[in-house]
């Protein structure tokens, strides 16, 4: 089973940009779709962005469509989040998780090996 360690976050002001990382370790990410989610302080933990591992389809939550792309370097065992355009609204912990299932999935259900999360501050 793959760990997945998630790098990239910070303190950033309105309208910035940041690039997370989520790198797998021990196996690969098996051939199945991969997905970013975040939790706000009191919030519960949504789903932002998933990708398939063809990398050929992605799929995003509608707040972060055209802000956020989400990519893979498969040879690298690695996951991105570009975050463009960042707003408050926007600060939470991130993580990334690795799906089980062959489709893209927006439920955490789905996805049964989690990153500990690294943190995105959006703040002026």
């Known amino acids: 089973q793959a760990q997945l360690v998630e790098s990239g976050g910070g303190l950033v002001q309105p309208g910035d940009s940041l690039r997370l990382s989520c790198e797998a370790s021990g196996r690969t990410f098996s051939g199945y779709p991969t997905g970013w989610f975040r939790q706000a302080p009191g919030k519960e933990r949504e789903f932002v962005a998933a990708i398939t591992w063809s990398a050929t389809n992605a799929l995003y939550q509608d707040s972060v469509k055209g802000r956020f792309t989400i990519s893979r370097d498969n040879a690298k065992n690695i996951v991105f989040l570009q975050m463009n355009s960042l707003k408050p609204e926007d600060t939470a912990v991130y993580f990334c998780?690795?799906?089980?299932?062959?489709?893209?999935?927006?439920?955490?259900?789905?996805?049964?090996?989690w990153g500990q999360g690294t943190q995105v501050t959006v703040s002026s």
């Open positions: 998780a690795q799906s089980y299932r062959n489709r893209l999935s927006v439920n955490m259900i789905d996805y049964n090996v």
